[in-house]
């Protein structure tokens, strides 16, 4: 029973020591307390950005507090958690006027994709999580964001832009936009380099795609294609080893 | 008390007894020496046994024994201290003691560190080592010491947010990889940091480096009286950005008082410029009663390709050549503004704006289409009584203080010397001679990124004023000051890529001087010198026909319908037309073939044929290119509908087999199109010579 004892008294020093925000200085405010409670958690937008590895994303993270009728709940209390050094500014708060909370993001400093946990609670102190997903890009990546936006995105993206109208509507055979994992996940390495050297006839596609082996160096195409991936939705991952049967 | 000094007593006995024990005699002492001996050789291996990096290489060894890829892993690990040393470099990096798995690119699933492999970059990782890109300690061999910031070790770990500065050490050149170290240094010169600060860059081609030079171009001060108002003057120093948004005069906090005494010593040293600013407005113009007719000759003479201007809906549109125009009538007098428009380069020889060349009429729409253009909420506050001499005075003292002459030129102030610290050295600076602000980390970037944000904090003397900057655009400046470092000032000279060479090219005789007077390297590039807003024109004679150059000088139509800045209408006379055209077609050729060589009458009907299905059908070009208005749909390229008018044969034919060669800045890919297939497609673009009758317009 006393060791027990000692032992929470234990636990109560150590935790608040180990609280500590991701700069290292001690914490001094305490959680704000939710003024209200809601049954729902949505994004409304600041998922899926891509930015260079430990920058600040361009665009904060928003998320809505709704109650169970779908209106938007003020005062809600929303937590962010996120792993290794993705930092969230402020890392919890109450919701707005709108049942809205905006967060900004700073990536960490390794390529990949960023899960981030938003949390509430309902009436009955059930958890509502939300998870976000954002996309760091490394040195081959962010050289393929470069070249994308210079040789691809005119046709590839169907946005446009006030500087940049996109081609997309004008082709016969609509390219496949990059983020589209649902396809471009199913071909390998190798087929999307060799369409983008190539072009698209040379693998049974549309003429309309043109080559650019004689435009972009097989480094330039790597990092295309690295860029082409770290874009996907859903999310693409690398086939791992085959291993031998045996 | 008696019982202590008997426990003390006792104590004392068993001692001497131990002491007996142990070294009674020779024998005795010499046996237990010997041991204590061993004990404490032993502590020097078994002090090795515990250290950081042998449990971090047997948890890697632990992490891979049951990966598929065990065996290739395990033989390809080395164990023990291990280092890249590059004396040449200056690099002792044992990062790699640790980070064991660097060169595993199968390991790419891990993403626990250490032993992550390394993300591919264009250098091996024995050229360089590892400090030289991401700092730190390479020596040390304990996980603190390496990568946080010691006493003994001012250098921490690099945030990865700022790595592309590493790149700078060596790079001049702006690689496509590095678009935040190049931006960063495009904003040192565009926000006019280096008016200030002297910045040398290691260009490789002078030994000592080239100072960088700002390219903001901040407008003479000498006769300011005549552009604009006090109250104006006033408003603008308060606030430039209540002004324009996007303007990069800096925010210098100034009380009322000392904005008041600013803009009244501007006012009392500007002269009069003499004859160029009558001062007769514009008594109503023709056509003024047509609200539309100046917004349409704005729209037509494409001001927007360099000036900005927030529409209906508060978007600001256009470009950042030249200053934002959405309040522009609240600012300039309109005697000034119509000298302006009708000469600038009687009021600023150094200006980028071309002379267009207006009639009065045009000058008449377009300067009262740019003075309905107000803001009365700007000036509406500010209400200045006549200046003292007290208050002159103090102006000019403030200016001089200010450095306000850094940037502007002053009547009576001269150009201060190293105004603001050096910042050639700035991403070596030594700690231990900054002060921080409270609560900056101690670490370089913090500094700088907290110095660039908020200067006020560190002090209100402080003389660096506040910019207006985004988060990225204050990250991009951070890379690009930490890239100027000691050891980018020191490393050898074959690793070194030099930036590109600025050309002071001028095109020779009156033609030169009209293109002076156009500005046409304003946007244009020819022989290295000029802007990258419109195509370069270093072969334009070899590219185009005569008779089509001639018309598209005196009236430029729309080429490309998906651009936004496109090129203005000068109104030139027919002599200057014929003057440009003749200069361009004799001077602007290429040496890489004879424009002459491909004549039309070579071309069969079939081999224009066989280019229409090429066309269409193996290099689809309708994708981009619209030959058939009714049919072809692609803008990216420019319109073909005409080109046979154009173009020259021999200029269309080798730039489909190469146009990275003619245009090296392109966006037409190069498809090794062979001369047989070229040939025909050729034939086929030479034959689009009439303008089909237009579609409804464009989409």
Known sequence: ??????????????????????????????????????????????????????????????????????????????????????????????????????????????????????????????SVTLRLEEIA???????????????????????????????????????????????LNSVSDTDLAAITTYGGAARSKSAEMPSYGGTLSKTDIEALVAYIRAVASPPYRARGLIYASE | MGLAVERVREMGRK?????????????????????????????????????????????????????????????????????????????????????????????????????????????????????????????????????????????????????????????????????????????????????????????????????????????????????????WIFAWLKNPQAYAGSATMPNFELSDADARDISAFLIDQSTPLGPAVEAKPPSSPPGADDPQAGATLYGESFCASCHAAQNAAGILTGGDVGPELTRVGSKVRPEWLLAWLRDPHQLDPNTAMPHYRFNDKQLGLLASF??????????????????????????????????????HQINGIKRPDNFAPELTAVGSRPLAKIVFAPGVPYDLSSYLEAKIREPHSFGTAMKMPKFTLATSQVEALVTALLAQTDRGATVPADLRVAGHPESDYQPAGSAGKLMDDLRCFSCHSINGRGGDMAPDLTSEGSSVQRSWLLDFLKNP???????????????????????????????????????A???????????????????????????CHIVDPNNDKGYIGPTLTVVGVRRTAAWIFHYLKDPQALRPATLEPNQHISGEDARALTAFLMAQTKAPPQQGGKK
């Open chain 1, 1 to 126: 029973m006393r060791g027990r004892w000692l032992s929470f008294a234990a636990l109560a020093l150590v935790l608040p020591a180990c609280h500590r925000t991701p700069d290292g200085k001690l914490d001094g405010k305490a959680t704000a307390q939710p003024k209200a409670f809601g049954a729902g958690l949505v994004e409304m937008g600041g998922g899926l950005q891509a930015a260079s590895v430990g920058t600040v994303l361009d665009q904060p993270l928003v998320v809505q507090v709704n109650d169970a009728q779908g209106s938007p709940v003020k005062g809600a209390l929303v937590t962010f958690r996120a792993a290794g050094e993705t930092i969230l500014t402020p890392s919890s708060g109450l919701t707005g006027d709108d049942g809205q909370l905006s967060v900004t993001c700073q990536l960490g400093s390794s390529a990949g994709r960023y899960q981030i946990l938003a949390a509430t609670t309902d009436k009955s102190g059930k």
């Open chain 1, 137 to 183: 890009l490394g040195y081959q990546q962010n050289l393929g964001r470069q070249l994308s936006d210079r040789y691809c995105s005119r046709c590839h993206d169907p946005e446009s832009s006030a500087e940049r109208v996109s081609n997309y509507d004008n082709l016969t055979v609509k390219p496949h936009t990059f983020t589209d994992g649902a396809f």
């Open chain 2, 15 to 231: 001692l001497a007894a131990l002491y007996r024990f142990l070294f009674g005699d020779s024998v005795r002492a010499f046996g237990s020496l010997s041991l204590i001996l061993l004990v404490l050789l032993a502590v020097v291996p078994a002090k090795d046994y515990f250290r950081e990096w042998i449990r971090i290489q047997s948890q890697y060894l632990k992490l891979i024994r049951n990966r598929g890829d065990a065996a290739t892993l395990q033989r390809r690990f080395q164990g023990g201290l291990q280092q890249v040393w590059l004396p040449r470099l200056g690099v002792v990096d044992r990062c790699t003691t640790c980070h064991v798995a660097l060169r595993e690119a199968s390991m790419a699933d891990v993403s626990l560190q250490p032993f992550r492999p390394h993300p591919v970059i264009p250098h091996s990782l024995d050229q360089f080592g590892c400090v030289f890109c991401h700092r730190g300690q390479g020596a040390a061999t304990t996980v603190e010491e390496a990568h946080s910031s010691t006493k003994a070790w001012e250098q921490p770990l690099l945030p990865a947010r700022y790595l592309e500065s590493s790149c700078g050490q060596c790079h001049q050149d702006a690689p496509p990889g590095t678009p935040q170290l190049n931006r960063g240094r495009k904003l040192l010169a565009s926000y006019g940091c280096v008016n200030c600060h002297t910045l040398l860059t290691s260009s490789g081609l002078s030994p000592g480096g080239a100072r960088m030079k700002a390219t903001d171009d901040p407008p003479e001060l000498t006769h300011i009286a005549q552009k604009t108002t006090r109250e």
């Open chain 2, 370 to 407: 740019l003075e309905s253009k107000t803001d009365s909420d700007f000036t509406a506050n500010v209400h200045l009584e006549a200046a003292t001499k007290e208050q002159i005075e103090h102006g000019r003292t403030l200016v001089n203080e200010r450095g306000c002459a850094s940037c």
């Open chain 2, 557 to 595: 139509n729309t080429l490309r319908p998906a651009l936004i800045r496109r090129m203005p209408r000068f109104n030139l006379t027919d002599a200057e037309a014929a003057a440009l055209t003749d200069y361009i077609m004799t001077v602007y050729q290429t040496p890489a073939f004879d424009s």
């Open chain 2, 597 to 623: 060589s491909l004549p039309a009458s070579s071309f069969t009907a079939e081999d224009r044929e066989h280019g229409r299905q090429l066309f269409y059908s193996k290099y689809a070009c309708q994708s």
